[in-house]
Structures are given as C-alpha cells and as structure tokens.
C-alpha cells in the first residue's frame, strides 16, 4: 500500500536558520496528490501546501516544497526559521483512494 | 464556512464506561476519517468512509472501536468498553474525495480514561 516516511523525528534549530524536513513516499499511482500539514501545540493539523505537478514549486506563508516523482520526494523548505514555526508537520499523500500521513516530524526553533 | 465539528472537545471517563464522539462534516465532502493521535504513535487511522460506505477500519481497533456513519452530515466513533490507554485525541477529517483531497481536521476531542 501507499506509504510516506519522515525520516526526522525532532528537529532543532536556532531562530533564522533554514528549514529542511524530509519527506519521501512510495504509492502505485502515477499521480499522487502531496501534502504538508501543520500543527500547532493544542491545535488540530492544518494544510500547508499542497502538489500534484512534478517539478513545481509551490509556497505558502514562507515555505515551499517542490514534488519530484523521480526521487518520490516532497520536502518542506523555509529559507529562515522562526520561533513561531515550532510544531509538528506531517507530510500526507494519497492517490485518489485514502489519505496516508507520515509519522510527523517536530520541529523545535530556538532564540 | 462551516468547518468538521467535532462534539464534545473533552471527555473523562471510567474504565469499563461506554462513550460516544461525534463529528459532523463539511457539507458535500464524501471522505471521512477518525483518527487517534498520541504523542508516541502519532496519527493513526481508526476508520475511513467514502458516500458513508466504510472502506477500512483500522485492524488494531476493532474490537473496542466502532466507527458509523448514519448519514452524510454525522458520524459517531463508539469506545466499549474504555481503558486507560484510550487516552488521545480523537480527531475527524473530512475531504472532497475528488480532486484536490486535502482532508479539512476538526478540533478533536480530548478523551481521558481514569
């Protein structure tokens, strides 16, 4: 079945460092939808960004990921952290059938 | 917009009592899921719905777990009997199920089992 692997479990950085959380994902269908979602402490998950074109850059409030079907990859990129960044992302794909997210990694910004 | 309603946001229960979460979906959205979140297992899906039909639910939850959806606007996720380690968050997604499927969260529901 579809599957999506988040190799970082926590990540630290100091405030104004760039972001890289990894996503990388395994699916049958030739053109999976991709996901990030946010959650903040006490909150629910919210969309970040989302793709479905290969190659493309696609943002949204700072950050940016870029869907490559030849690596099976959609990472999460921010050129400068911030300390409100601190939350748990979740890389999410589906095929058109059920929606499968990743384990999550938390991400942590410090002064 | 109205978003996922999620009824109620906390629960506190005893071992051995029966409880019933609810979750009301965006209006129009096929595809429903349940999922429990914890801070060591992280999101893990409990059931998934497309047009009320229920197309999985999650093997490892079957048993104290049952996950129903009368209707298009309602579904309700039943722990019989509770235990401890039912403590979560039970959070209800709903999506499109076409197209662009980001599924939409509601605020959950925090379940504390004494």
């Known amino acids: 079945g579809d599957s999506v692997t988040q190799t970082e479990g926590l990540v630290t950085l100091t405030e104004g460092l760039p972001v890289m959380l990894n996503c990388t994902y395994q699916?049958?269908?030739?053109?999976?939808?991709l996901f990030w979602y946010v959650q903040h402490l006490n909150e629910s998950p919210r969309l970040l960004l989302k793709?479905?074109?290969?190659?493309k850059r696609t943002e949204h409030q700072g950050f940016h990921a870029t869907l490559h079907k030849s690596s099976s990859s959609f990472h999460l990129q921010k050129s400068s952290a911030q300390l409100s960044d601190s939350a748990l992302y979740y890389c999410?794909?589906?095929?058109?059938?059920?929606?499968?997210f990743g384990s999550g990694t938390r991400l942590l910004v410090s002064p | 917009d109205a978003g996922v309603t999620q009824t109620p946001r906390h629960e506190v229960a005893e071992k051995g009592q029966t409880i019933i979460l609810k979750c009301e979906p965006v209006?129009?959205?096929?595809?429903l899921f349940w999922y429990r979140q914890t801070k060591i297992q992280g999101l893990e899906l409990l059931s998934y719905?497309?047009?009320?039909?229920?197309?999985?639910d999650g093997g490892a939850f079957k048993d104290r777990f049952k996950a129903e959806m009368l209707n298009s606007s309602f579904s309700t996720l039943k722990i019989q009997p509770t235990e401890p380690k039912d403590s979560a968050v039970y959070l209800c997604?709903?999506?499109?199920?076409?197209?662009?499927?980001?599924?939409?969260f509601g605020e959950g529901t925090r379940l504390s089992v004494l």
């Open positions: 793709s479905f074109t290969d190659n």
């Open positions: 699916t049958i269908y030739s053109n999976p939808f």
């Open positions: 719905f497309r047009s009320k039909s229920l197309m999985e």
């Open positions: 999410a794909l589906t095929g058109g059938y059920k929606v499968v």
């Open positions: 209006s129009g959205h096929n595809d």
């Open positions: 997604a709903s999506s499109p199920g076409t197209g662009d499927q980001a599924p939409l």
